[in-house]
């Protein structure tokens, strides 16, 4: 069983002692930390709550509305929904927060509560600290019997949410429905079930094959969008005559495509497509993670606009990106941000932006993806002893390529030419991540594996 405590949330296994899982205690406990800090922080006594469609769901929702309502707070219950959705939902409502209850791409057995501020957006890392020390506490008092909070449904979100991106100037409805496109559909049994049919009836796609669109829970997979996943939809399309297929994960914030012939596009390239689409009707900046690939900084320097890299972690890529005033944004999982609907991932925004540059382009899947720069990451790591100083080993690699350009705000990232490597220590156990990128996977593995061999070296040095 496992619980971990983060700034951006509580996640953890259904079932077992509390204190070690995501018990109803644990559940209760960390719900009444985070509207305590809404109400005092904000004075706001409306929260937005909406959730996948995992087996846990059902039970934690009611546990959480439940808890935010002995605390004097009003819940507005957007049911199964979007993690996307429920952002937006949030400044809709002008509401003082709100709490996906997700654990995005982890197996059934784990839930969690992400938190949200009154803007839409993930909380900050001193934010979280905060709610982190309520809980620990327990500082938190519930309201008189007559101060109760209220509860009500809003079934109309999503509707709400399709409706705004089908107003976006660059979403193009008749030229998608002018292709009439045939897709492949996985939802992996969970909110995309509901909210992607929605979409692309919305969009005028109305040959769409339903694969695992039944919001019961029962992941028919592992849920997380990898290839090794999606072998499924992959053979489906792959004896069909598709144009393409979408996947997300089970509460909407990242998009997987894949190709007419069965072959993965890549969930790097996700972001890259969508941004050369954007960049192709308005010149702009760019942001996307320390570990994404290189492809968007390509993209977005052959557009005249300029690419910023921030720290692995949406809000990190957020601040970032109002920072340096982005059109596009994301990260290389497939995570769409597009700051004209909202600062938040969102694998909705995403289809409909990525359906419109397909029509327009007039290509199949596999000449636009052939169109791109190809890189591949490679994907590795090395565990270490509790006794080695990780801190330590980083700097020394840090020295060792002072004469590369080197980026330390999210550990450590050497450039050579166009490939890179990034290092970055884990937060919870004693391991140093490894991702290179270069023109091909022989070249980015070799490249890991000599990285590799330098941190061996150091730390045996040391011994």
Not at 404 to 430: A, M
Request: net charge negative; aromatic share 6%.
């Amino acid at each position: 069983m496992a619980l971990i405590k983060s700034i951006s949330g509580i996640r953890g296994t259904i079932g077992g002692r509390a204190g070690e899982a995501l018990t109803p205690v644990d559940v209760v406990k960390f719900a009444a930390a985070y509207g305590t800090w809404v109400l005092q922080t904000t004075g706001n006594n409306t929260i937005i709550v909406g959730r996948d469609a995992r087996l846990s769901g059902d039970m934690v929702n009611k546990l959480v509305c439940a808890t935010l309502q002995g605390l004097g707070i009003n819940v507005v219950d957007l049911g199964l929904s979007t993690t996307p959705t429920v952002e937006m939902a949030v400044p809709d409502y002008k509401a003082g927060g709100g709490i996906i209850l997700t654990a995005s791409h982890n197996p059934k057995q784990w839930n969690a509560l992400k938190l949200l501020n009154h803007k839409g957006e993930f909380i900050s890392d001193a934010e979280g600290k905060l709610v982190l020390e309520l809980a620990d506490k327990e500082a938190f008092e519930f309201a008189q019997v007559n101060d109760l909070g209220n509860y009500q449904r809003d079934d109309e979100a999503l509707q709400k949410h399709i409706d705004t991106i089908l107003a976006l100037p660059l979403v193009d409805v008749n030229a998608i429905k002018e292709k009439d496109f045939s897709v492949a559909i996985d939802c992996v049994n969970s909110s995309g079930g509901i909210a992607i049919p929605m979409l692309l009836e919305a969009l005028g796609v109305n040959k769409v094959e339903k694969l695992f669109c039944e919001p019961d829970g029962n992941f028919p997979h592992n849920p997380e969008p990898l290839p090794e996943n999606l072998r499924e939809i992959a053979r489906v399309i792959e004896k069909g005559k598709f144009d393409l297929g979408i996947v997300v994960d089970p509460d909407v914030d990242r998009l997987a495509l894949i190709n007419e012939d069965g072959s993965m596009f890549g969930e790097e390239y996700t972001l890259v497509a969508v941004a050369d689409y954007v960049l192709k009707n308005q010149v702009g900046n760019t942001v996307s993670n320390l570990s994404s690939t290189r492809a968007l900084r390509d993209v977005t320097e052959k557009a005249g606009g300029q690419y910023f890299a921030a720290a692995v972690g949406e809000v990190n890529v957020v601040n970032m990106m109002k920072a340096e005033n982005a059109i596009i944004g994301g990260e290389g999982n497939g995570g769409i941000i597009y700051p004209e609907l909202h600062y938040g991932r969102d694998a909705l925004v995403g289809i409909a932006l990525f359906l419109t540059h397909l029509a327009k382009s007039g290509m199949s899947m596999t000449r636009l993806r052939a169109s791109y720069p190809n890189y591949h990451i490679s994907k590795n790591k090395i565990e270490l002893t509790p006794d080695v100083d990780v801190d330590e080993v980083l700097r020394q690699m840090q020295e060792r390529y002072a004469k590369q350009p080197i980026n330390t705000i999210d550990g450590v990232k050497i450039e050579f030419d166009k490939e890179w490597v990034h290092l970055r220590k884990s937060n919870t156990e004693p391991i140093i991540r490894i991702y290179a990128e270069s023109e091909s996977n022989a070249t980015a593995d070799h490249l890991a594996n000599k990285i590799i061999a330098d941190i061996k070296e150091i730390i045996s040095a040391k011994a």
